[in-house]
């Protein structure tokens, strides 16, 4: 049974198919067409200062609009993106449009800086540094604005190489954070020597914080965070109680669903003015 795709493309289904593998195919046949066809949008979640009771940056998170399927999660198209390749240039055009929408913020009275989440691809195209460069320079915002996510798994293989170019990225002025910290292989043993600013505590901590052994975790890593000068930001804020528990251990700076959940950029501009209307009250 084959079905036709447009373009004169076609594809062949087997009767043996899961319906999950028949989504996957098509997915990864529509990603190739879905950049030029301007599918792709950037929505924005803030990170909270609650000891300032201040905004300390958006990260700026992917979004697939596909044409059939409706919106299609990131946790679903990255994976995907990342195997054929196409990641690179999908990682470049949310750079390009992070930093565009930051430097129009700045216009705006809005001075936050912005994060971008890599994929480990990136790093084996050895150009990301000047590709970094190139964009700030073509939107003119200052490197300090720019934020980049890398995650714990991606140091594992070739980490003399990922350290290298992290420290041209980093002198270019553009920070680095380790997003989803806490997960997967911890490197907890080589935090000394990846050179970045900031922890994500992954979104698991925040939500388990409810024993004594818990807490004691996450304190210890706050801990050796502030040793390390690095700041730490909680990811999946979404109970009051989390942030309690977690100004108790030392941690202040909050993402999560009770501050607001990714939001486009139209929606931005409301919540910013809410926020500073609540804490002026
Ligand atoms: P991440 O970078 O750890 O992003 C945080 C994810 O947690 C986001 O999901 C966000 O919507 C979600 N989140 C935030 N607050 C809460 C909360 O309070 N509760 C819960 N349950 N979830 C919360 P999203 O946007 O679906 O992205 C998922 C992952 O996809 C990201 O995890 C990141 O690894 C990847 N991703 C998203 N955009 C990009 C991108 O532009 N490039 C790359 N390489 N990966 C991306
Ligand atoms: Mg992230
Ligand atoms: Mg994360
Ligand atoms: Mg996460």
Known sequence: KAKRLGKNQY????????TQEVRKMELEKDLQWALEQKQFFLVYQPKWNVKTNSLFGFEALLRWHHPRLGNVSP????????????IVPMTLWTLEEACRQCKQWKSQG???PVSVNLSVRLFHTDSLT????????????E???????????????????????????????VRVSMDDFGTGYSSIGLLDRIPIDALKLD?????????????????????????????VIAEGVEHKEHIEFLTQLGCYVMQGYYYAKPMTQE???HWIRRQYENVNE
């Not at 000047?130 to 915002?141: D, G, N, P, R, S």
């Open 11 to 18: 594809c062949v289904y087997t009767e043996e198919m899961g």
């Open 75 to 86: 946790v679903e198209f990255i994976p995907i993106a990342e195997e054929t390749g196409l």
């Open 110 to 112: 809005i001075d936050q």
């Open 130 to 141: 000047e590709w970094v460069q190139a964009i700030l320079e073509k939107v003119e915002l």
């Open 143 to 173: 490197p300090n604005d720019l934020e980049l996510e890398i995650t714990e798994s991606m140091v594992l293989h070739d980490i003399n190489d990922i350290i290298r170019q992290l420290n041209s990225i980093r002198k270019l002025g």
């Open 203 to 231: 979104r698991l901590f925040t939500n388990d914080l409810d024993t004594p052994g818990k807490r004691a975790i996450v304190h210890a890593i706050v801990l050796m965070a502030e040793n390390l000068k690095l700041d």
């Open 267 to 269: 929606e931005i501009g």
